[in-house]
């Protein structure tokens, strides 16, 4: 089993800066994927960014060169890095780890970025 918790979100400025980090706990050592996902309100939850085990990376194009994802393998810790933030930015960042084929998901936290 594994367990997800988000931190970092906030309230920030349009052209701001977050960094969001997602802990991973429990049996976690054959985590591949993780990534990070957003839902506005009255929309469906999009992909954000992913990034597997052996680093490599992908992301939304709306977000593409103003969002950064990394990851420590060996703390099990994802991060988004989140540069010249807009208003349509503001949403609930969830993380998600796969494992086996099985999906893991935090609770969310909120990112709103004021104009």
């Known amino acids: 089993q594994v367990q997800l918790v988000e931190s970092g979100g906030g309230l920030v400025q349009a052209g701001g800066s977050l960094r969001l980090s997602c802990a991973a706990s429990?049996?976690?050592?054959?985590?591949?994927?993780m990534g990070w996902y957003r839902q506005a309100p009255g929309k469906q939850r999009e992909l954000v960014a992913t990034?597997?085990?052996?680093?490599?990376?992908d992301y939304a194009d709306s977000v593409k060169g103003r969002f950064t994802i990394s990851r420590d393998n060996a703390k099990g810790t994802v991060f988004l890095q989140m540069t010249s933030l807009k208003p349509e930015d503001t949403a609930v960042y969830y993380c998600?780890?796969?494992?086996?084929?099985?999906?893991?998901w935090g609770q969310g936290t909120q990112v709103t970025v004021s104009s």
């Open positions: 998600k780890g796969t494992q086996l084929n099985a999906d893991y």
């Open positions: 429990g049996i976690i050592f054959r985590i591949n994927a």
């Open positions: 990034i597997t085990r052996g680093g490599n990376t």
